[in-house]
Each structure stands twice: as C-alpha cells, then as structure tokens.
C-alpha cells in the first residue's frame, strides 16, 4: 500500500511508523517495559536484546538510505523517506517513495531487512530480530574464540544457538529457491524475484510491481511463501516428525574444520 501523496507528511510519517515499531517489538517485550518502565536493567535479557537489535536496524538502515538514495530530496522530506523505507520492511507493506527507483544496493537492504522481519511474539513475520542478533552474537563468540554466546551478562543455551540456524537456514532457503525459481520461469531479473519472495515470506507486501505480472505458478509459490513464512519451516518438521521417532543412542564423536 502507497502512502506517497503523504510522504513530505511528518504527522501520517511517524504516526505510521510507531505503529509499525509498536507492533513489532512483541508482547513480552511490552511486558517488560510497563512493568518496569524506563529501567533498562530489570528488563529480561530477551527484551534487552530485540530493543537493541531493533534501534540498530532502524538507525543504521535509515544511514544507508540517506546517503544512498534520497540525495535528490532536501530537508524533512529526506530524513522522513529514510527513516520510513528503514522502518517499514520488517512488518509492513507501506511505503513513500517508489521502491522500482531504488539503487541495486538499497534493493538488497531492503531484502535484508524483510527477512529478518519482527521480534518474537509480535504481529511481524521473517526469520526475528532475535534470531538475527544470536547470528551475530555466534560470530563474535567465535571470533573471541568463546565457548559459550553470551549477551547482557546471560549465557544462551546451545539449543537456542542450533534453533537460530536452523531458523535463519529456513528463511534463506525459501526465498532464494523461490526467487530463482520465479526468476528462471518468468525470465524476469532474479534481484527483483528475490525481492518479492523475500517480501512474501516476512509477510511484508511490499513489490516492486512484478508481482500482478507473474504467471500461475509463481504466484502459487508467492502464496506458499506467505504461508511458509508466517506459520515458520520448524513448526511443520516437528508436526511431522514426533519424538517417537528420536534416535536413544549417540553416534560417536568426531570434528571437522568449517571455514
């Protein structure tokens, strides 16, 4: 949904965007902040780690965009477009500028940023802005050749660690199967397809106006997409496979070098 007649509109601009942040953040986030108000300390680790993650990936984006694209717009009007095209990937399906004029590079943030979508227990689909932030969390344990993830002086289980990959691992694979997969049978660009699959699975809705061009099949596997994304790749396995059919015994140990 456009909101490009409103986009010199500072009122309808940060309404919109609280609305998108509010709704974003998660329940239990909300929890934390009106039982302890503005005490960023008695917030449960959790909470602690999706606002962060959330002020990072509305800021540093909306540096991006900036610089980047809105060089041709002046004062408010330029600091209101970057702000909103940061904010709006990860939840909703609105915008204020065209999304087809985009750089290569923007085009790929905003992918970015759809795929990492909302935080748990919030109205927003993609992969959690949680599970974003044990990604980057793992690399810098590993880097620090730490043994365990660590965040807020907490240490994070190494089942929630495989759980994050197995997440994150889900959502790349579904949007880069189905935006090649459109891209090979439409014979369309594969950055744009990628776009629209990445939109489809955060559940975004924003296109770059491909999406009332597509075929049938490609928009069947839009659809899929969609359902993939909001219902996640993880709960259908464990449907599937029950604990009945856990393996009791261990295979021996053993290592091998990654990287």
Same mark, same amino acid.
Not at 201 to 216: A, C, E, F, N
């Given at each position: 949904?456009?909101?490009?007649?409103?986009?010199?509109?500072?009122?309808?601009?940060?309404?919109?965007?609280?609305?998108?942040?509010?709704?974003?953040?998660?329940?239990?986030?909300?929890?934390?902040?009106?039982?302890?108000?503005?005490?960023?300390?008695?917030?449960?680790?959790?909470?602690?780690?999706?606002? /962060? $993650? &959330?002020?990072? %990936?509305? !800021? #540093?984006?909306?540096?991006?965009? +900036?610089?980047?694209?809105?060089?041709?717009?002046?004062?408010?009007?330029?600091?209101?477009?970057?702000?909103?095209?940061?904010?709006?990937?990860?939840?909703?399906?609105?915008?204020?500028?065209?999304?087809?004029?985009?750089?290569?590079?923007?085009?790929?943030?905003?992918?970015?940023?759809?795929?990492?979508?909302?935080?748990?227990?919030?109205?927003?689909?993609?992969?959690? /802005? $949680? &599970?974003?932030? %044990?990604? !980057? #969390?793992?690399?810098?344990?590993? +880097?620090?050749?730490?043994?365990?993830?660590?965040?807020?002086?907490?240490?994070?289980?190494?089942?929630?660690?495989?759980?994050?990959?197995?997440?994150?691992?889900?959502?790349?694979?579904?949007?880069?199967?189905?935006?090649?997969?459109?891209?090979?049978?439409?014979?369309?660009?594969?950055?744009?397809?990628?776009?629209?699959?990445?939109?489809?699975?955060?559940?975004?809705?924003? $296109?770059?106006?491909?999406?009332?061009? #597509?075929?049938?099949?490609?928009?069947?596997?839009?659809?899929?997409?969609?359902?993939?994304?909001?219902?996640?790749?993880?709960?259908?396995?464990?449907?599937?496979?029950?604990?009945?059919?856990?393996?009791?015994?261990?295979?021996?140990?053993?290592?091998?070098?990654?990287?």
């Amino acid at each position: 949904l456009s909101l490009t007649s409103y986009a010199v509109n500072p009122v309808i601009n940060i309404v919109i965007m609280l609305l998108i942040i509010i709704g974003g953040i998660g329940f239990f986030t909300w929890e934390d902040i009106y039982l302890h108000k503005f005490h960023f300390k008695h917030y449960h680790m959790q909470s602690k780690v999706i606002l /962060t $993650t &959330t002020l990072c %990936l509305i !800021l #540093l984006p909306a540096v991006f965009f +900036f610089f980047q694209d809105y060089g041709n717009l002046s004062g408010i009007h330029r600091l209101l477009a970057s702000l909103f095209q940061a904010v709006t990937p990860r939840t909703a399906g609105f915008n204020t500028t065209d999304l087809s004029m985009l750089t290569g590079a923007s085009k790929a943030m905003m992918i970015l940023l759809m795929l990492i979508g909302g935080s748990p227990s919030s109205t927003a689909g993609g992969m959690k /802005t $949680t &599970t974003f932030a %044990l990604l !980057l #969390l793992n690399v810098l344990a590993t +880097f620090q050749s730490c043994d365990d993830v660590t965040a807020f002086g907490r240490r994070i289980d190494a089942s929630v660690i495989k759980n994050d990959n197995n997440d994150r691992n889900d959502v790349f694979y579904l949007v880069f199967a189905g935006g090649m997969t459109i891209s090979v049978y439409e014979g369309l660009p594969l950055s744009s397809c990628l776009f629209e699959a990445a939109s489809a699975v955060g559940t975004v809705g924003l $296109t770059l106006g491909i999406t009332p061009k #597509l075929h049938i099949l490609s928009q069947i596997i839009l659809i899929i997409l969609m359902y993939l994304g909001r219902v996640g790749g993880l709960t259908l396995i464990y449907a599937v496979f029950s604990d009945k059919n856990k393996r009791k015994a261990r295979l021996p140990l053993d290592k091998i070098i990654v990287g």
